[in-house]
């Protein structure tokens, strides 16, 4: 059974850092594409940062610079770095994988910026 679990979420001030924690589970973490998305309030979930089994990776425009996605294939775990945090970067986090055309989905990480 696929599980994935966020952590690391929180309150930071403008220009702080946070790192987010997605643990998986139930799965070769090792060979799936990773993906972080976000959605704040009364907007539509984006794609915010995406790593594939070999690391390649790839990011929205207002995030470049600021976040690092990473995996770490012996712990299972994926990771967003998340620098020079801006208020505009409020949302719930999520991570998600597709496995054989389904979408596995953890229940969501809040992260707040305000001073």
């Not at 599980?3 to 309150?11: N, P, R």
């Not at 959605?39 to 915010?48: F, H, N, S, W």
């Not at 505009?88 to 953890?106: F, M, N, P, Q, S």
Request: glycine letters at 10%; hydrophobic letters at 30%.
């Amino acid at each position: 059974q696929v599980q994935l679990v966020e952590s690391g979420g929180g309150l930071v001030q403008p220009g702080g850092s946070l790192r987010l924690s997605c643990a998986a589970s139930g799965f070769i973490f090792s060979v799936y594409t990773v993906d972080w998305y976000r959605q704040a309030p009364g907007k539509q979930r984006e794609l915010v940062a995406v790593i594939t089994s070999g690391g390649s990776t790839n990011y929205i425009d207002s995030v470049k610079g600021r976040f690092t996605i990473s995996r770490d294939n012996r712990e299972n775990t994926a990771y967003l770095q998340m620098n020079s945090l801006k208020p505009e970067d409020t949302a719930i986090y999520y991570c998600h994988v597709k496995k054989l055309r389904v979408d596995y989905w953890g229940q969501g990480t809040q992260v707040t910026v305000s001073s």
